[in-house]
């Protein structure tokens, strides 16, 4: 089955970017949306934005300025850029699959059903 | 952004016990909602979507039901290892927003 893999720096100091890339295997990443998810030690989840396999994307406007997600279809990975971070960045950051699917309504719905691990990422000088 | 709020935080039950968590959005979703478990140190899991799908693989105990404005997740006999944190997400809209969380704790 599909499985998702968050890699990158786990330390990085205030004012600079952070970059992290999600593999994923067992799988083709085509024909999904692929979501950047993170929680701040102790708190909920916030959703950051996704990119579709054919490159569009949705942001959260909360985080629009400072964020973009791209994809590697060649590599079967999508990846996370967010720039200026600061002690409030500092969270577990997870990967997960946005699954599409047609409702007996024929409305589509969303809804996140693979996930990375997650991977924590500190930001501190 | 749409608002979503849980009740209630924490909720404390016994095993065998029926538990209820309710989630309200600021405005109307349909049936645009998911739920998801998450345990300590782990990343969240899918139980519910669209409402009241259940994700494969989620035990029957499991069920959820509303649409519009207000929602609800119940676990029809709990057991030791759905003590965890539940959150409600709607996926009506753009930006994709979370409840803050329904820690279920052991009574």
């Known amino acids: 089955q599909v499985q998702l893999q968050e890699s990158g720096p786990g330390l990085v100091k205030p004012s600079e970017t952070l970059s992290l890339t999600c593999i994923v295997s067992?799988?083709?990443?085509?024909?999904?949306?692929w979501s950047w998810i993170r929680q701040p030690p102790g708190k909920g989840l916030e959703w950051i934005g996704y990119?579709?396999?054919?490159?569009?994307?949705n942001y959260n406007p909360s985080l629009k300025s400072r964020v973009t997600i791209s994809v590697d279809t060649s590599k079967n990975q999508f990846s996370l850029k967010l720039s200026s971070v600061t002690a409030a960045d500092t969270a577990v950051y997870y990967c997960?699959?946005?699954?599409?699917?047609?409702?007996?309504?024929?409305?589509?719905?969303?809804?996140?059903?693979?996930w990375g691990k997650g991977t924590t990422v500190t930001v501190s000088s | 952004d749409i608002q979503m709020t849980q009740s209630p935080s924490p909720l404390s039950a016994s095993v065998g016990d029926r538990v209820t968590v309710t989630c309200r959005a600021s405005?109307?979703?349909?049936?645009?909602l998911n739920w998801y478990q998450q345990k300590p140190g782990t990343a969240p899991k899918l139980l519910i979507y669209?409402?009241?799908s259940l994700h494969s693989g989620v035990p029957s105990r499991f069920s959820g039901s509303g649409s519009g404005t207000d929602f609800t997740l119940t676990i029809s006999s709990l057991q030791p290892e759905d003590f965890a944190t539940y959150y409600c997400?709607?996926?009506?809209?753009?930006?994709?927003?979370f409840g803050q969380g329904t820690k279920v704790e052991i009574k």
């Open positions: 997960a699959r946005e699954f599409e699917v047609r409702g007996l309504d024929n409305d589509y719905y969303h809804y996140m059903d693979v």
């Open positions: 067992g799988g083709s990443i085509s024909s999904y949306y």
């Open positions: 990119i579709y396999y054919s490159g569009n994307t």
């Open positions: 405005q109307s979703i349909g049936t645009y």
């Open positions: 669209a409402a009241y």
């Open positions: 997400q709607q996926s009506y809209s753009i930006p994709r927003t």
